[in-house]
């Protein structure tokens, strides 16, 4: 289990995960980038994306509310990024690695209430990627997993030491 990371910056936070694939760099951006692979592990995706800097990315809440957001870096070399709320950015980098590629996935945001149901949700997204990049069908936790992992969470959190991000 790859564990998040909470970093503290100037006048934010983000929440830093890593997952490795045994595929090429190349690979991975294309499937991160594919809107209906997005679909399946991103949150509220509706698989509707202008794949460009300045695209949007549309998504729903389930609820009856529909959004749209602006992606802000789309690139094999400068990764894939967007603002999310109008004020949390979401940036997806892919660096090559001796046995594949390794995402970089950072959230970075400024208010602190929400971010251990941030993070186990992050976490379950991730996995999930990686679920379907390695051709599983996705599948999700189930509610005592996700007790056990928020717990995790609340405890890494409580005794975290802020550091700068470098």
Partial sequence: MLFGQLI??????SLYFERDF??????????????????????????????????????????????????????????FEFIEDGRDVIRMEISETESGARLHFNHTFSDLAWVVQTATGWHNCLNVFVQIMNGQPPQWPLPDELVELTQAYETQFKEANFKEEK
């Fill in 8 to 13: 503290e910056n100037e006048s934010s936070y």
């Fill in 22 to 79: 045994y595929q090429s760099k190349e690979v991975v951006f294309n499937a991160l980038t594919d809107p209906v692979i997005f679909s399946k592990w991103y949150p509220f995706a509706t698989g509707e994306m202008d794949g460009q800097v300045g695209g949007l990315i549309k998504f729903d809440d389930g609820e009856g509310n529909l959004y749209q957001e602006v992606i802000t870096k789309y690139s094999l070399e400068d990764g």
